[in-house]
């Protein structure tokens, strides 16, 4: 029987989870719910949970839903990349959906992604919001000012993020526009593209992984866009305003090494300028971190060498040796 489809072909959704049943949950249901011609499958990548999830997903009869299970957690890098070759491998997708396992669509998203006209895009970011409605900032998508002189004007004339990241208004509007780069929350791309262009670096482990894949492939010549009537909800607690600090502290490493990895990629020959307008912000953040001064300059000090190298080599396993040994 022929399988019905949407407009926009065979979309699979990949879920990279870890340790957050609940979340996953919610986020399953939301998925489910919409009809198989606008979403074909669902793909979660387990990161070697340990708090029931394996169990709870064994139990699950959804047909859609399929499970890889990783033996190690590798991050949300390393999910994305094993569930997005999964997935272009076994589940003949048009289209793939990367998204967090706290995220989830709103109710007729997928329907509204599905009737877009995407002649000439080849990846689609959504609207993300958090649960009180507010922008999630970590989601919004992006202009790379250092592409775009004008852009590039008013960052430095004091639009600070605002110049380059989309705000309200762009969120309001209706329509198709050209991004970037954008999160994986929300992220639709074509299975084409993942072909051709290859697939998130897992090295990277998380942050800044799907910054630095879809810059790279607009940097590569591929089209990306922002499609404000198709909306995401994400119930993030990686950033809270009462503590600005990154918890457990070991991400921190993570953050900033990755980082440095995405500006050579945005800056190119102005690299060297940026960091030392950057390294000093970074530094006053220790102002957050009473206490743990030392270890957050330790953990600083090797993400300032490996992301200045290039290097992802670094095993997680070490990184959290680390940070163990600077408490104890």
């Not at 990279?16 to 990548?45: F, G």
């Not at 994986?184 to 482990?205: I, K, S």
Request: aromatic share 10%; charged share 25%.
């Amino acid at each position: 029987m022929h399988e019905e489809t949407g407009e926009n072909g065979r979309l699979v959704a990949v879920v990279a989870t870890h340790r957050r049943l609940a979340d996953l949950r919610r986020t399953l249901a939301a998925l489910l719910a919409a009809p198989a011609r606008d979403l074909a499958a669902v793909l979660v990548v387990d990161n070697a949970s340990d708090d029931g999830t394996a169990d709870w997903l064994a139990a699950q009869r959804d047909p859609r839903l399929h499970v890889l299970t990783l033996p190690e957690n590798r991050g949300g890098a390393g999910g994305f990349e094993a569930g997005m070759r999964q997935a272009m491998a076994a589940l003949s997708p048009d289209w793939l959906l990367v998204m967090d396992d706290d995220s989830r669509p709103e109710p007729g998203a997928l329907a509204t992604f599905q009737r877009l006209d995407l002649g000439g895009y080849d990846g689609i970011a959504a609207a993300v919001r958090c649960p009180d409605g507010t922008l999630a900032d970590m989601n919004r998508p992006t202009f790379n000012p250092f592409w775009h002189k004008r852009i590039l004007a008013r960052t430095l004339l004091g639009g600070g993020r605002g110049a380059f990241h989309l705000g309200e208004r762009d969120f309001a509007r209706t329509g198709l526009r050209p991004i970037d780069g954008a999160s994986f929350v929300g992220f639709f791309v074509r299975a084409r593209v993942v072909a051709e262009a290859g697939y998130p670096d897992p090295a990277l482990f998380l942050y800044g992984d799907d910054a630095i894949y879809t810059m790279g492939l607009t940097r590569a010549g591929y089209r990306l866009g922002f499609a404000p009537e198709v909306r995401f909800v994400h119930a993030s607690t990686t950033y809270s305003p009462a503590d600005p600090r990154l918890r457990p502290l070991w991400k921190s490493y993570y953050y900033h090494r990755n980082l440095l990895i995405l500006y050579r990629i945005a800056t190119g020959i102005f690299f060297y300028p940026v960091l030392c307008l950057y390294i000093p912000r970074w530094l006053y953040r220790l102002r957050h971190h009473g206490g743990e001064r030392r270890q957050f300059l330790t953990l600083f000090g090797l993400a300032l060498k490996d992301g200045l190298r290039g290097q992802t080599g670094r095993p997680h396993a070490e990184v959290l040796d680390r940070a163990r040994a600077l408490n104890e």
